[in-house]
């Protein structure tokens, strides 16, 4: 390896060094941002569910309500980090008596 080959490579170490720590901050913020989005799902089952419990309804019963199969619908009320589908979300409330509704809020920013 040349002088000028070597002083490139170190300089490519040094900058790669220098952004891990941006990196590894980058990643924190997108693991928080992802536990807080994945609490928002669980904790919108949640109240699902103890809607669909309060409402008196068995989960073949909101199988044939919904065309959902048992097993998907117990993974969605009893899976620590749901992603259902808005689609998903308004066949549920509508099969417990309830109306899907979505609003906005400032944001904080990242």
Do not use: C, H, W
């Amino acid at each position: 390896m040349s002088d000028d080959e070597r002083v490139a490579f170190q300089q490519a170490v040094a900058q790669e060094r220098a952004a891990r720590s941006e990196n590894v901050a980058a990643a924190a913020q997108t693991a928080a941002r992802l536990r807080s989005e994945a609490e928002l799902s669980r904790q919108t089952m949640t109240l699902l569910k103890n809607a669909r419990v309060a409402a008196g309804v068995s989960l073949s019963e909101m199988e044939a309500r919904t065309g959902m199969q048992k097993s998907a619908l117990s993974r969605l009320e009893n899976n620590a980090a749901p992603n259902p589908t808005l689609a998903t979300l308004q066949r549920y409330a509508v099969a417990v008596g309830k109306r899907l509704t979505l609003g906005f809020e400032d944001a904080q920013r990242i």
